[in-house]
């Protein structure tokens, strides 16, 4: 009822390739209008260029023609193209080119009457509706569900009846016949601009609902309505070609395309070529404005897909080979243990952001029966690394290098087919969203079932049992009714232990967790993570925990692995990395969060890190965390590797971590000078130093 | 830590002092007819005040209303009952002018920095917004824009530039600074960090702390971190399926919870120290609070009983009203 | 869900009506009394007057329109001005053509155009641009002049079809597919290729889900990842596209049988159109809404049917 539930840190929700790269300005709910998105495919340049020049060869028309459109040439009837007439002429020997350039421009400006009504009541409607509120939206989507399911044609027909071939007037009611569609496009995204905040923002100020819908939701709806514009155009011009074509176009003399390829379908057995230069002619002015349209509009995209396309498929096929053919042979690992071995994850090699690194030089191993954390800020690489155990890393996006073993397998170079021979039997995932990871339009029995019987190869009885079983394993009461019910029906707390027995079906030894607490309740995280506690010792599988969280580390996790933009900078035991951070970026998230404090402890000032991860393709060779860290100095500014950190065999990415521990150190509670931020890869780390202000 | 020996502000002010705002026994239901009238409201007879300069922060999980009352003050929300006070004028249903006359002294911050900002305006554009239109002038309110962007630790050049070059914990930052140009008493913060990293989230709530100690703001600070809202409030309000469960100082809200409620949101809240974590585990497991996932209580009653170890009949039949535990107000019969 | 439908029932009945008033006052506006109209030029003005006066064309509006309803109820939706002939009679031997023609289209149109949108999303790469080329150039021809084309290709240089005129299934239902096969392809390449747009859109927007990953996650084979859940989860918007489609190609049927000389409904609206034959226009507007509105209603049925939070509530 009232969405409230804790988001997820910006880039954890999903790693798409475009969500992970660099700072492309952020896609909000309704794109601005930008011309250099028309002149950004040669087809929708063409389209411009041909409009324009269509236009305007027309109004010049009377200029250059070279006859006049009712001028007959009776030494030609019907002839093909001549040197006299360029485009043949028709059965009373009356130019083509001619008739068509002059008769161009009216059938675009009537066109454009459609446009105008349509566009224009189309949104208008949109934006009251959704200014409005419930009822009126009501009313108003009513009426154009009915004006929606009407035979248009037949409707325009019998209006021509009533008023004649009125042109200008039959495309204007054309227009308001459309406009209930438009009012369908427009109404989503006025609704959803409605309900961004900063229209909140702007009512608390006091903003009228017309302010508000003349500045904040129009502006936001130009580039739907230029979309919308053309390709209603397009439509306009189709069908008053059509009705030109079945008799209903300008009085006679007057030249029309639809009525000069209703007299060409005339003479279709004598003189075929009579249909071509009209028909080509009214095609592509067509083309023109649907290619405007189609490139400024939003463009399916292919890249978001969680199941690469054929193609896609065949490309990775081909990088996997190249991968295990430079990789040396796997190492021997005991049964059950993942070992990730120098991973490095990035952008393909194509389209934008190519070659950008993601991941880089990760190691890490996970015993069986032992949970390890991945932590760190969004944007460092901790779900990349989580999916790539599963090779279920985004599209455009693959494993660059490293070893992933498993099982006398190296999981990096591995085939999908082998990939689908471990996902779920060997290794399975839990992911944030319990509600979008299950499929909505099956229920949950359908799911669970489907998945025992495919992971453990048993009959369907059986699986039933099974699926009941699981249920009851992660907490379920009721199962038999879960079964039953569509994943809407059942709150976020159940879908996730719903998520979890789909993860178990296969009884994998490894589950992959990302973020699966994060956006579920306090109470109900503490219940979830204690179900993952309990599978953990009963079953003796090993868990990899993705969280932001390091309470989550504290409560579930044996090892854990602090990530900083791409790479691991401090790696151990939970007890001994949390009660004693070596790495200052550790140092520093845990004086960060206010969960560490509490009662009189609860510090005045929460201690923070000055600017913001940087973006991957700013990754220095250098030590990353130099920039923002309040001990870096001239020592930093080499690539630091891996050292041991002295307690167990825990690891830290630091040249000053010992010097630090001896001197006690801590993170001071500081903030940032205002014009660093912006520019914080520049920032010398000293700045930062100097800047203190310590209020003790 | 830091070294930082802090004094809070001591909460409660004289009791003769008119609060800041006021509300009381609000209620919000969704939809309209009959079926609405059935449901369970949103907000079922929630009072709570402000004073002057106080911070109250506002707890609960998804679905306890505490959202809802943010927009109901902020008129962003149509009440369905009780009322609404802001220094002693009734705001429970104001009109568009007098919520513009409200509007420079009672603002807000919302949660997700990418959709509080018009992104095809620039920084300087919303942020004048709310001075042009009580007829600031363009160059005073660029003026403006630029000195509070200084304030809240971002260069004035920003003025010029649009939230998508900024990063959440910047955008953020513009957000809090729409909200203080025009000198408010009283900030509604809903959610406003729950969107960050941590070390941002740091970032904006010292800010907030450093603005408040500055400025003598008033915050309703809304969140369902208790640890966020512990850090800030001097007194906290926690909400259960729109009710009241406990009221009182922030501190004995948080360290010595008196409601079953009130005890398993903190128990569950995870610290980043294994041993006391595993500590806490415990403590939380022998609570005995059952999982909320399939428990909807019927109408009357405790909201709730159906989780609550302590549950008798009477948590039935009869809602508990709030009384005096301890240093707060728990409306539990048996707290 | 009875309630829904109930309610969905009310909605189109009181689309018909709407359509029917419109068309009532639509006609009253027409040039041209009845008498004018069915005596021809050169009538005297008292003859006129007394066929006008004979069918009440000097009542009172509502009285007409609720005589005329009266009687549309039972079936009788008047006399042609023209031909004297009952306009119901005409209409109901017209409709099947017209409905063989849009049923026709739309179901070809439907299953060329899932087939090529699901390849190219599933296919991608090459595959997926000659497809969306080939679809952006089919929306953008306008269906007569591809209609002449296939006229002009396939029976005037190679006479697999016959170029015109209809053959009533009765008669002989092979002639009858064939007369009907050049319309249905003519209307189908631009329909074909607009469900295709939508399929592919679709059936992308569905694999981009995260439940997608889940599956992939637990080991489910492509084709069943495809084809069982991406295209149910498409199959919404994809239905939605059909019906849309099909209101498009019954009123498109115009164009079609004014080319291929069908004797569809098209046919009547523009001939009664064009002489003003006021009953007849009246009729065909209130049946092709009659049969748009229930066709609407029974995909608008089966969207609820495929969507189970729909179905649920």
């Not at chain 1, 190519?354 to 690489?381: A, N, Y």
């Not at chain 1, 949950?444 to 190869?457: A, F, N, P, S």
Request: with cysteine; net charge neutral; glycine share 10%.
């Amino acid at each position: 009822m009232i969405p409230n539930v804790a988001p997820a840190p910006a880039d954890s929700a999903e790693p798409t390739a475009a969500a992970v790269l660099p700072k492309a300005p952020r896609q909000s709910a309704a794109k601005k209008f930008s011309g250099s998105k028309l002149f950004a495919s040669p087809a929708s340049i063409a389209g411009v260029i041909w409009l324009a020049a269509l236009v305007v060869a027309s109004l010049t028309a009377p200029l250059w023609l070279p006859f006049k459109t009712e001028d007959q040439d009776f030494t030609a009837v019907l002839s093909g193209p001549t040197a006299a007439h360029w485009l043949g002429t028709d059965e009373l020997g009356r130019d083509l080119l001619s008739r068509i350039f002059a008769s161009a421009a009216g059938t675009l400006g009537t066109s454009m009457i459609t446009v105008i009504v349509a566009v224009g009541l189309g949104t208008l409607l949109a934006m009251l509706a959704a200014a409005a509120g419930e009822r009126v939206e009501t009313v108003i989507s009513r009426v154009t569900e009915i004006m929606m399911s009407l035979p248009g044609t037949v409707i325009i027909l019998a209006v021509i009846g009533a008023v004649g071939t009125n042109i200008p007037l039959i495309m204007g009611i054309l227009g308001v016949l459309i406009s209930a569609g438009i009012y369908r496009v427009m109404l989503g995204q006025a609704k959803s601009l409605q309900s961004q905040l900063y229209i909140d923002a702007a009512k608390v100020d006091g903003v009228s609902t017309a302010g508000i819908s003349l500045r904040h939701v129009l502006p936001g709806l130009t580039n739907t309505i230029v979309v919308q514009a053309a390709l209603i155009f397009a439509v306009g011009m189709l069908i008053q070609a059509g009705l030109a074509f079945i008799g209903f176009g300008p009085p006679i003399p007057q030249p029309s395309w639809g009525g000069m390829i209703q007299g060409a379908s005339q003479h279709v057995y004598d003189a075929p070529w009579l249909m071509v230069p009209t028909g080509a002619v009214l095609a592509l002015t067509v083309l023109a404005a649907n290619a405007i349209g189609n490139a400024l509009g939003k463009a399916p995209n292919a890249t978001a897909s969680h199941l690469p396309s054929a193609a896609a498929r065949r490309q990775r096929g081909k990088a996997v080979a190249a991968i295990a053919a430079t990789a040396p042979a796997s190492q021997d690992v005991a049964k059950n243990t993942l070992s990730v071995r120098n991973l490095s994850v990035g952008v393909d090699s194509v389209g934008a952001g190519k070659g950008v690194r993601l991941v880089t030089d990760v190691s890490f191993d996970v015993e069986p029966g032992t949970v390890l954390g991945l932590v760190g800020e969004s944007g460092c690489g901790k779900t990349m690394t989580a999916l790539s155990l599963l090779g279920l890393l985004p599209s455009g996006v693959s494993v660059t290098g490293g070893q992933i073993l498993w099982n006398g397998k190296n999981l990096a170079a591995a085939t999908e087919k082998d990939m689908e021979g471990i996902r779920g039997r060997g290794i399975a995932l839990i992911s944030q969203e319990p509600m979008r990871a299950l499929d909505p339009m099956f229920t949950v029995g359908y799911q669970l079932t489907g998945t025992v019987r495919r992971l453990r190869g048993i009959g369907r009885a059986d699986a039933k049992a099974e699926a009941l079983g699981l249920l009851e394993k992660v907490g379920i009461v009721d199962a038999a009714r879960i079964l039953k019910t569509y994943p809407h029906q059942i709150s976020g707390g159940m879908a996730q232990r719903v998520a979890i027995a789909l993860a178990l079906a296969g009884r994998p030894r490894l589950l992959v967790a990302d973020e699966p607490t994060t956006a579920l309740d306090v109470t109900v995280q503490a219940e979830i993570l204690s179900l993952l506690r309990s599978l953990v010792k009963d079953t003796g599988m090993s868990v990899v925990m993705v969280t932001h969280d390091l309470g989550v580390v504290a409560d579930l996790c044996d090892q854990v692995a602090v990530m900083y933009a791409g790479e691991v900078v401090e790696n151990g035991r939970t007890d001994s990395i949390l009660d004693n951070p070596r790495h200052p970026y550790t140092l520093a998230l845990l004086a960060a969060d206010p969960h560490a404090n509490h009662g009189a402890d609860m510090p005045e000032r929460l201690a923070t890190i000055s600017g913001q991860v940087p973006q991957p393709k700013d990754w220095p060779s250098t030590c990353r965390f130099a920039a923002r860290c309040q001990f870096a100095g001239s020592a930093c500014l080499v690539p630091i590797p891996l050292l041991p950190s002295g307690t167990g065999d825990g690891v830290v990415r630091c040249v000053k971590a010992d010097e630090l521990a001896v001197e006690g150190l801590d993170w001071l509670a500081t903030d940032v000078p205002s014009h660093h931020i912006l520019n914080l890869v520049e920032a010398p780390a000293a700045a930062t130093r100097t800047a203190e202000k310590d209020p003790a | 830590m830091s070294t930082a020996t802090s004094v809070r502000p001591e909460a409660p002010l004289p009791a003769a002092a008119q609060p800041l705002l006021e509300v009381k026994d609000l209620v919000v239901r969704y939809g309209r007819g009959r079926k609405a009238a059935a449901a369970p409201a949103a907000v079922d007879r929630v009072s709570c005040s402000i004073a002057p300069g106080e911070t109250v922060g506002l707890v609960g999980e998804s679905g306890s209303g505490k959202s809802t009352i943010g927009k109901a003050i902020l008129g962003l929300q149509k009440v369905s009952g009780g009322s609404i006070t802001y220094q002693g004028k009734d705001i429970t249903s104001a009109g568009a002018s007098q919520r513009r006359a409200l509007g420079s002294e009672l603002r807000a911050v919302f949660q997700d920095p990418n959709s509080s900002l018009n992104p095809r305006n620039t920084v300087g554009s919303s942020l004048a917004e709310p001075l042009r239109l009580r007829g600031v002038g363009a160059a005073e309110a660029r003026q403006r824009a630029e000195d509070i962007l200084e304030r809240v630790g971002l260069p004035r050049e920003a003025v010029d530039r649009y939230p998508s070059q900024f990063s959440g914990g910047q955008r953020q930052r513009i957000s809090v600074a729409r909200a203080l140009i025009c000198d408010p008493k009283l900030v509604v913060c809903d959610e406003a960090v729950s969107a960050l990293d941590l070390s941002t989230q740091a970032q904006v709530l010292n800010l907030l702390a450093d603005l408040r100690d500055e400025r003598g703001l008033g915050y309703l600070f809304i969140a369902h971190d208790i640890a966020v809202v512990q850090f800030l409030a001097q007194r906290v309000v926690v909400l259960y399926r729109g009710q009241v469960m406990e009221s009182g100082p922030a501190a004995a809200v948080t360290e010595n919870p008196r409601h079953p409620f009130t005890q398993a949101l903190v128990a569950a809240s995870p610290v980043p120290r294994p041993a006391e974590q595993a500590a806490r585990r415990e403590a939380r497991e022998s609570l005995g609070v059952r999982t909320g996932a399939a428990a909807v209580p019927g109408p009357g009653g405790c909201p709730f009983r159906l989780r609550c170890p302590l549950a008798t009949e009477l948590c039935a039949s009869e809602r508990p009203a709030l009384r005096t535990v301890g240093g707060s107000d728990v409306a539990c019969h048996y707290a | 869900m009875a309630l829904f439908i109930t309610k969905r029932l009310l909605m189109a009945l009181a689309t018909v009506l709407v359509v029917a008033v419109l068309a009532f006052l639509l006609v009253h506006a027409m040039p041209g009394s009845p008498g004018a109209v069915s005596l021809g030029a050169g009538a005297s003005e008292e003859a006129i007057d007394e066929v006008n006066q004979r069918l009440g064309w000097n009542d009172p509006l509502l009285l007409q329109f609720v005589s005329w309803l009266g009687a549309a109820v039972q079936g009788d939706l008047g006399i042609s001005l023209i031909d004297g002939r009952s306009v119901s009679a005409d209409l109901a031997s017209r409709l099947p053509v017209t409905a063989s023609l849009a049923a026709g289209a739309t179901l070809l149109s439907a299953v060329l155009g899932i087939a090529l949108g699901v390849t190219a999303a599933v296919r991608g790469g090459t595959v997926d641009r000659i497809i969306g080329g080939v679809a952006g150039m089919a929306v953008a021809l306008p269906a007569f002049w591809i209609g002449i084309i296939f006229v002009y290709l396939l029976a005037v240089q190679s006479s697999v079809f016959p170029a015109t005129g209809y053959v009533p299934f009765e008669v002989s239902p092979q002639d009858w597919a064939l007369s009907l096969a050049l319309p249905v392809i003519t209307l189908a390449v631009g329909g074909g290729a607009f469900i295709a747009r939508q399929t592919r859109a679709s059936m992308l927007e569905a694999l981009q889900q995260e439940h997608i990953r889940t599956l992939r996650a637990t080991a489910t084979p492509t084709w069943k990842i495809l084809y069982i859940h991406a295209l149910r989860y498409a199959s919404l918007p994809i239905v939605a596209g059909i019906a849309l489609q099909f209101i498009q190609l019954f009123g498109g049927s115009v164009i079609a049988e004014q080319l291929f000389a069908m004797p569809g409904l098209g046919q009547a609206v523009q001939n009664s159109v064009s002489t003003h034959d006021a009953p007849s226009v009246q009729g065909v507007v209130v049946i092709a809404t009659v049969v748009v509105v229930a066709v609407n209603l029974v995909l608008e049925l089966a969207t609820k049917f495929l969507d189970p939070k729909l179905r649920a509530s």
